[in-house]
Antibody
Framework: QLQLQESGPGLVKPSETLSLTCTVS??????????WGWIRQPPGKGLEWIGS???????HYSPSLKSRVTISVDTSKNQLSLKLSSVTAADTAVYYC????????????WGQGTLVTVSS | QSVLTQPPSVSGAPGQRVTISCTGS?????????VHWYQQLPGTAPKLLVF???NRPSGVPDRFSGSKSGTSASLAITGLQAEDEADYYC???????????FGGGTKLTVL
């Protein structure tokens, strides 16, 4: 059973880079059957897709965040990572990683999420 | 403002049926892209409820059903239960934005 767990700093200063890791267990991040995605949810608001990555390294980013986002995979550690540069208070959110089955293109399962606050 | 439009809230009494709409356009739902639905219970991560417009993952009760027509989709919940009180989100792909999009979410209150 696939499980995902996000980790990283809960507090980031404005203008700095937010870095998060998602550890995958119960399956291989190198499987050709899966994509992997990052989604965020500002407090009290809705969901926003950040981007996705295939095990080969092919990435697909939200146009609104593309200039600041980098998503990568580390197959040796079965992890994917998210970097978001030049953060502002508007980037304060719960960040989720999720599995995407290629033939379905739906997000399942999701990690539990991690709250990142941008503040000095 | 979300690309996919959902009502902010719906409500119903236990045992009743409610529907949640998800309205898109010719660049997303109307372009033939599948719609998926997620349930987010308070303080938890979203959970896949319906995929591919009308399919339920194993373990999801058949009280939940999805449909799609034209540029819209709907989630129906029958036999409402108190445990169904949650936020519900639709999701699809948008050609113009070249990316995945979510609805703004609908809060279901069980009266």
């Amino acid at each position: 059973q696939l499980q995902l767990q996000e980790s990283g700093p809960g507090l980031v200063k404005p203008s700095e880079t937010l870095s998060l890791t998602c550890t995958v267990s119960g399956g291989s991040i190198s499987s050709s059957s899966y994509y992997w995605g990052w989604i965020r949810q500002p407090p009290g608001k809705g969901l926003e897709w950040i981007g996705s990555i295939y095990y080969s390294g092919f990435t697909h980013y939200s146009p609104s965040l593309k200039s600041r986002v980098t998503i990568s995979v580390d197959t040796s550690k079965n992890q994917l990572s998210l970097k978001l540069s030049s953060v502002t208070a508007a980037d304060t959110a719960v960040y989720y990683c999720a599995n995407i089955v290629v033939v379905v293109a739906a997000l399942d399962p999701w990690g539990q999420g991690t709250l990142v606050t941008v503040s000095s | 403002q979300s690309v996919l439009t959902q009502p902010p809230s719906v409500s119903g009494a236990p045992g009743q049926r409610v529907t949640i709409s998800c309205t898109g356009s010719s660049s997303n739902i109307g372009a033939g892209h599948d719609v998926h639905w997620y349930q987010q219970l308070p303080g938890t991560a979203p959970k896949l409820l319906v995929f591919g417009n009308s399919n339920r993952p194993s373990g999801v009760p058949d009280r939940f059903s999805g449909s799609k027509s034209g540029t819209s989709a709907s989630l129906a919940i029958t036999g409402l239960q108190a445990e169904d009180e949650a936020d519900y989100y639709c999701q699809s792909y948008d050609n113009s934005l070249s990316g995945w999009v979510f609805g703004g979410g609908t809060k279901l209150t069980v009266l």
